[in-house]
């Protein structure tokens, strides 16, 4: 498993939280993922055999949201 933190930007509350963990974890080869509000970091772990980065950043615009360069 490889890790990375993205910014996000518009985590505004819990919901949006889950949210982004939810569709994160849908996606195959994404293992913990862990979205913290005060902080705007998202914690990714994944297998970069199954998932790189533009996947995970794709997965969580598609949830609404987007991802600091
Ligand atoms: Mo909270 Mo976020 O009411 O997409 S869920 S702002």
Redesign the pocket.
């Known amino acids: 498993m490889e890790r990375v933190e993205l910014t996000v930007e ?10 982004i963990q939810n569709a994160l974890q849908g996606r195959p080869g994404v293992g913990k993922a862990e979205a913290d509000l005060d902080s705007k970091k998202v914690v990714i772990e994944f297998d970069p055999a199954q998932i790189q980065r533009d996947g995970l950043v794709q997965a969580i615009e598609e ?3 987007d991802v600091a360069a």
Do not use: H, I, L, N
């Open positions: 518009g985590m505004t509350c819990g919901g949006c939280v889950k949210s949830a609404g949201f």
